[in-house]
């Protein structure tokens, strides 16, 4: 026990001694608490995957002893490790050495330091510390660390969020090329019966006329999966105006009701599935007489005294009068009873169809199940039909099979594999898109996306600014190159550069500038969202303007979407004012 206590007193008596001797530096190391220190911003931050520390040490009146030297290391610790900023070396007035600062005794001083370490995730959770070491002469003694702050802000890597919520991929926005079926196209095809004079059924040789059996095949043919599609059968029966008015009614209606049954036997036996429709033959209004035809044909004949006849017949307004012209005229002029007025007494018959089209349904299920019956453009509108990345996939390679030559399939399959992530194949089938399309823009400018993907910052850029030289006026390429801009911390210049157009990203550009109100507005632009980042922006925007209840209003939505925000929120210092709080804690809990 007495030589126990012995040892005591011998290291009491040496401490004492050794304090004693460092004079000063000890009383600099007792005041220690009365160093300032400022930290701007308070908690550090990363941009452009750089986190800037700019420390501000004020030393009080009366305190840095002359003959010392201290030599500060901010040190940013992290579990399993820590990184040091740049040391900086502060010495006494009367030190004759030439160190970065030098501080008076008899009046306080403000020193100010910067620098830069590059970022790593385990940064997040982390203690910037002040490691200070003092001497004077051959004395040196440590001082105690203090802490100058804790963790680091990482909002600016919510971009890569960003880009899915706005792309749909980790590179950027892409450009399909669209594709347009062709218009659906209409056609007519007519046919006419004539009657004997004031008859109204219809002869053997009219019925089995060449031109009738020719529209009757063309009805049937296109009534089971043609090229076209029968929409619809008109009749229209006319009389010659050489007789009686209420003759010429009675046989205008006659005339249409036995051509509709005549058609309707015929279409009938070549079992058209169209007749079952009571909708499909319809019989058109037509005048009692057909003075309109008349004066067509006499127009058109070779008679040498047709502009007579015809300036004499419109000199009677009376029906019964041009009648009784008419026949007189017809009786002097053999050509017209002969030739013109037994052209007036018909029917028409007159078969609308209109190109076959197949509908989304139909031409989605044929993609997929029988690709071959489909064109190359059927094919590239089908793809569009689906959100199932494998399937466009799919009908892609048929369309490529269909048509080689197509730059446009090649480009828009690049970018299903952009958004798969498979960047191997997107480059081979971008590059032939270029080699086939040389300098499009579209083209260009995913490239640039599959270059950003791929950690190529420079080419992107490149491939970019080639796309806008290229004539490329998509929105997609300011994107792109916004987002660039936003990664290097330019965020004026980003938000800029996105444009009018609202996006995840552009609000974010927009809180990272200061302009939370803007990003706010961005973002309500948007409406709703299936992903977790986009809530998660929205609680930072509510803490960076102190609406402690929006932060967790939509901090429950973000971590209700994507429970991985739990631990993420949980170690992120933009929610220092409501970290702690028995609400927060249970979001992440």
Not at 168 to 181: C, F, K, R
Not at 236 to 264: C, H, W
Request: net charge neutral; proline share 2%.
């Amino acid at each position: 026990m007495k030589k126990r206590l012995l040892n005591y007193f011998v290291f009491f008596v040496t401490t004492v001694m050794l304090l004693s001797s460092c004079g000063g530096l000890q009383k600099m190391a007792d005041r220690a608490n009365e160093v300032e220190y400022t930290l701007k911003p308070n908690v550090l931050e990363m941009h452009a995957e750089q986190v800037a520390m700019k420390l501000s040490v004020k030393f009080p009146a009366k305190y840095f002893d002359k003959k010392a030297i201290l030599i500060v290391t901010p040190v940013l610790k992290y579990d399993g490790g820590e990184k040091q900023y740049r040391s900086f070396t502060i010495q006494g007035e009367s030190v004759k050495e030439n160190n970065e600062y030098r501080v008076p005794y008899a009046t306080s001083k403000t020193i100010s330091v910067e620098d830069t370490i590059p970022y790593a995730d385990v940064m997040r959770i982390s203690e910037l510390e002040l490691r200070i070491t003092a001497s004077a002469g051959d004395k040196k003694i440590n001082f105690i660390s203090p802490i100058i702050g804790k963790g680091v802000i990482t909002t600016p890597r919510l971009v890569a969020y960003g880009m899915f919520i706005d792309s749909e991929n980790a590179g950027g926005s892409t450009i399909m090329a669209t594709v347009q079926l062709p218009e659906q196209s209409t056609a007519q095809s007519s046919v006419q019966l004539f009657y004997a004079l004031q008859k109204s059924n219809l002869s053997r040789t009219e019925m089995r006329k060449s031109e009738i059996v020719k529209i009757l095949a063309e009805i049937k043919a296109n009534s089971e999966g043609g090229e076209n599609e029968i929409s619809g059968l008109v009749i229209s029966s006319y009389a010659s105006p050489d007789g009686p008015l209420a003759m010429n009614q009675k046989l205008v209606t006659n005339r249409g009701a036995a051509a509709k049954k005549f058609i309707e036997k015929e279409l009938k036996k070549a079992k058209v599935a169209k007749l079952d429709d009571a909708n499909f033959i319809t019989t058109a209004t037509t005048a009692d007489e057909d003075w309109e035809g008349f004066k067509a044909l006499v127009q058109a004949s070779e008679l040498e005294e047709k502009d007579l006849i015809l300036r004499v017949l419109s000199m009677y307004q009376d029906p019964e009068v041009r009648e009784r012209e008419i026949k007189n005229i017809a009786e002097a002029y053999s050509s017209l009873k002969n030739d013109i007025l037994p052209m007036l007494r018909r029917s028409v018959l007159k078969v609308n169809f209109k190109s076959a089209t197949k509908s989304n349904d139909e031409l989605l299920t044929l993609a997929t199940s029988n690709p071959a019956t489909l064109s190359n453009l059927e094919l590239m509108h089908a793809a569009t039909l689906t959100e199932d990345l494998d399937k466009k996939v799919a009908i892609y390679l048929q369309a490529i099979a269909k048509e080689s030559t197509d730059w446009k399939a090649y480009n828009n399959l690049a970018c299903v594999y952009i958004s798969q992530k498979n960047l191997a194949e997107a480059k081979v089938n971008l590059n032939k898109a270029n080699q086939l399309n040389d300098a499009n823009g579209m083209v260009l400018n995913n490239l640039g996306v599959l270059a950003l993907a791929d950690g190529n910052t420079d080419e992107a850029v490149r491939y970019f600014n080639e796309a806008k030289a290229a004539g490329c006026t998509s929105n997609a390429v300011n994107y792109n190159l916004a987002v660039l801009q936003l990664k290097n911390a330019e965020y004026n210049d980003a938000v800029s550069t996105f444009g009018a157009d609202a996006s995840f990203n552009k609000a974010l550009a927009q809180l990272l500038a200061g302009n939370s109100a803007a990003a706010e507005s961005t973002m309500n632009t948007l409406g709703d969202s299936k992903h977790g980042a986009f809530y998660y922006l929205k609680a930072i925007i509510a803490a960076r303007q102190n609406k402690q209840a929006d932060v967790l209003v939509f901090l429950k939505k973000a971590v209700e979407l994507d429970a991985s925000f739990k631990a993420y929120a949980d170690a992120d210092r933009e929610f220092l004012k409501v970290a702690g709080s028995d609400e927060f804690n249970a979001l992440i809990k």
